[in-house]
């Protein structure tokens, strides 16, 4: 996972906001739960397994498709040999509409395509792929552009319409998370901020983001003390009170819970 995560680093720092991949995995092979620092697409194109998105199991089959946000989590094992089309991009890529229904979008974009919807997505990535290689006037605005398109279709396909939009309250109340979960953040607090009973809102917080706040709050937390475990040398005491935690022991639970393993153990993995 670190390997993989390096290596999408690496091709940030040399300003490139996507990178494309034809994976294989092998029979057997286990991915443990993990988040990436970017968005994910992977598409299936032969094989089978199963795949466990945000403590959700999907079949993995040719015309399996998932994208995964910056705060999504998942595992994978293999039945078979399975084929990989991948792609992974940052926030760079997408225009701010797309990037935002993604963002606010939580655990909705897992679908399986028939195959002229799998041709036509092979398609764009290999016109994707071929822009990449010829370069030239107007590369970077068309191989944006062919990635908004994939996305686009990905969505369409995972059964989106008017109804998942996010109302005004909830973008407020995620973004306020976002600025807030190193806090001792309740449902109280956001909806005061909101204005609203917090009744109200933890109901339309479920409603429309399809997890709770309380698992939502956790995931954005143990999202960034994955970072600090990974990337700091602070200790799992230090890293759980900087990630909102008044007790280790609590951060200690919900983390294997999710992950299926200790804080300390992930930081020496």
Known sequence: MSKQINKFKSLLQKNKDYYIEHRFINKGEYFAPHWHNYFELEIVLSGSGEHIYNNTNYTLERGSIYLMSYYDFHELSAKEDIQILKLQFNENVLPKQLNDFLFLSHNRFCCSVDENEMAHIIKLFEILKHEERRGGLFSEMLIKSLIAEIIITVI?????????????????????IHNNFRESLTLGDLARHCNVTPNYLGVQFTKKMGISFSDYLNTVRLRYACNLLDGTDLTVKETAFACGYNSVEYFGYIFKKSLGMSPLNYKKH
């Open 156 to 176: 369409r396909n995972s059964s989106q319409d008017e109804s998942t939009v996010i109302p005004s309250l909830l973008q407020k109340a995620v973004a306020y």
